[in-house]
T-cell receptor, first 114, second 113 residues
Framework: DAKTTQPTSMDCAEGRAANLPCNHSTISGNEYVYWYRQIHSQGPQYIIH???NNETNEMASLIITEDRKSSTLILPHATLRDTAVYYC???????????????FGKGTKLSVIP | GAGVSQSPSNKVTEKGKDVELRCDPISGHTALYWYRQSLGQGLEFLIY????????KSGLPSDRFSAERTGGSVSTLTIQRTQQEDSAVYLC???????????FGPGTRLTVL
């Protein structure tokens, strides 16, 4: 799976949009961009994923650049409960062979400030 | 709908004892994964199941660790003769099929005294 680069930490004011960037310049054509988050002492939580097009669900929006070398996760109205470590990973889906283990990097520690 | 559940949520045991950790995947998910996460560390892959078969056991740290899955549903991770270095949060995830999006349970925090 391709390597990703994320800022170590970010702050966001409560109620504002949180924009979390991720660089994945070596992404392959069949690799998806996935976002998970981990709130302290909880299991990782799936947020969203995409291949080429921008995606939106009830939790967040994912904006992928046209060259697919970077993406941004957007939490439209951050709350204190969104304080967590956010992980961006790129991975092949349905490859038909090999291990499907997830590997998280260090992620971005997002602190939502009241 | 119901997510992945794990039990117990916390387990404290003495060095040398055996422990069993249980995972109930999302209903209908055929793939199931075990990971562990030590304090401040990343995810460490242990094993995954497709149905009741375990095609990849490469992450099991030693022969003290074993896992099984029966009926294509519940899985049990067993650690024999626990050691202090086994202390960690053990996470289970499931996906609709192998390679699909993985959804995690809340984890079991294991402390070996």
């Amino acid at each position: 799976d391709a390597k990703t680069t994320q800022p170590t930490s970010m702050d966001c004011a409560e109620g504002r949009a949180a924009n979390l960037p991720c660089n994945h310049s070596t992404i392959s054509g069949n690799e998806y961009v996935y976002w998970y988050r981990q709130i302290h002492s909880q299991g990782p939580q799936y947020i969203i994923h995409g291949l080429k097009n921008n995606e939106t669900n009830e939790m967040a929006s994912l904006i992928i650049t046209e060259d697919r070398k970077s993406s941004t996760l957007i939490l439209p109205h951050a709350t204190l409960r969104d304080t967590a470590v956010y992980y961006c990973i790129v991975r092949v889906v349905y490859s038909g062979a090999g291990s499907y283990q997830l590997t998280f990097g260090k992620g971005t520690k997002l602190s939502v400030i009241p | 709908g119901a997510g992945v559940s794990q039990s117990p949520s916390n387990k404290v045991t003495e060095k040398g004892k055996d422990v069993e950790l249980r995972c109930d995947p999302i209903s209908g998910h055929t793939a199931l994964y075990w990971y562990r996460q030590s304090l401040g560390q990343g995810l460490e892959f242990l094993i995954y199941f497709q149905g009741n078969s375990a095609p990849d056991k490469s992450g099991l740290p030693s022969d003290r660790f074993s896992a099984e899955r029966t009926g294509g549903s519940v899985s049990t991770l067993t650690i024999q003769r626990t050691q202090q270095e086994d202390s960690a949060v053990y996470l289970c995830a499931s996906s609709l099929t192998t390679g699909d999006t993985q959804y995690f349970g809340p984890g079991t925090r294991l402390t070996v005294l």
